[in-house]
């Protein structure tokens, strides 16, 4: 597979590259996109580099019908010395696999697609913003296109990668965010599809982030399915607190996203001798290291944001106000930390970067 070729068809018409402080996240697209086959009894073929354009499905392929289709979010980070870094990119293509494999998709060979990324993003480099927290954002995904109505896996799909120029998450600074902890909905249980990044996992989060945002909180932390008292998410970020001096986050448990920037979190902390620890939390314990006065910091962590601090929680109508809603010490230090590597910034000790040449 990795000796595949790519066709490369360019574009005769490039768009007008847009103001990167007028950057909305995932609203433009840039000229060119990754796209590849897959047939049975052929397997992946006819990798091509082409115009960004509709695609054109049956109506009755399965991705319609079923929603057997994966995906990823890695971004591109231009530094001060025009080098681009990725930040983990096999640890992406790795998950993404392992989605495959749950959704019953055939695997990519991985090494291959990060070759392909790396072509794609030397092709639309430019697309790439400059300016403080601006990056290129990365969607692979990958769907089912055979035109069937039976309730089984397609024996067709197309892999695709597409760009989207992203301003800085946070253009006023860094600040906490307010989670309503949601009691009646769940997302996953283990078992389900929530270690997997499919898109059914973010349909079925939709009605209870509406919920939070009438009650003015911008996203929702999830309980476990079953006894609905241990923590798992924030909406699509993995979630930490710090408590009495430990970092505590939920241990994977088979509903639980296997995200990459926890996963360079956890090495960061242990790399820095924090105490941080992987296990089931229940809310509970995390209400009574707040009368307590020991629950110190709490934050999401995912590809957007990186760090988001959390300011308030809502559990049974009880407000949890934490570090005085203000960002913590620790978030800012690990925010700062990982944007510098990420940006070519400070020294990179862990080998997360790559460098597209």
Not at 182 to 206: I, Q
Not at 234 to 261: C, D, R, Y
Not at 312 to 341: A, H, M, Q, V
């Amino acid at each position: 597979m990795t000796e595949q070729a790519i066709t490369v068809t360019l574009t005769t018409e490039k768009k007008p590259k847009p103001d990167p402080s007028t950057l909305v996240f995932g609203k433009v697209f840039t000229d060119h996109m990754f796209m590849m086959d897959y047939t049975e009894g052929k397997g992946w073929h006819d990798a091509q580099i082409l115009p960004y354009q509709p695609i054109t499905l049956d109506p009755a392929s399965v991705i319609f019908h079923y929603g057997q289709s994966v995906f990823e979010g890695l971004k591109a980070y231009l530094t001060a010395e025009g080098k681009v870094l990725l930040f983990r990119p096999e640890k992406n293509f790795e998950r993404l696999n392992k989605s495959n494999d749950r959704l019953c998709i055939p695997e990519i060979d991985e090494e291959f697609a990060l070759s392909a990324l790396k072509q794609l993003i030397e092709i639309e480099k430019d697309w790439i913003p400059k300016g403080e927290g601006t990056s290129l954002y990365i969607r692979p995904f990958v769907i089912s296109t055979q035109p069937y109505l039976g309730v089984s896996a397609s024996i067709s799909y197309k892999f695709m990668i597409i760009l989207s120029p992203v301003g800085s998450y946070y253009k006023e600074g860094i600040k906490p965010v307010k989670i309503f902890v949601e009691n009646e909905y769940v997302r996953a249980v283990a078992g389900g599809t929530g270690s997997a990044k499919t898109g059914g996992n973010y349909a079925a989060s939709l009605k209870a982030q509406a919920i939070a945002a009438e009650k003015g909180y911008s996203q929702v932390l999830w309980l476990d399915g079953v006894e609905k008292k241990y923590i798992e998410e924030v909406g699509a970020m993995n979630v930490f607190f710090k408590i009495n001096g430990e970092v505590v986050t939920p241990k994977l448990n088979g509903s639980i996203l296997q995200g990459v920037t926890r996963g360079s979190i956890i090495e960061l902390l242990k790399h820095w001798n924090i105490p941080v620890v992987e296990k089931r939390i229940e809310m509970a314990e995390i209400a009574e290291a707040y009368k307590k006065g020991q629950l110190e910091e709490a934050f999401g962590t995912g590809t957007a944001a990186v760090i988001s601090p959390i300011g308030e929680f809502l559990w049974n109508e009880e407000r949890i106000i934490i570090n005085n809603g203000e960002t913590g010490e620790l978030s800012k230090k690990i925010y700062d930390t990982i944007t510098d590597i990420q940006n070519g910034r400070k020294e990179d000790p862990f080998g997360w970067t790559v460098e597209v040449k």
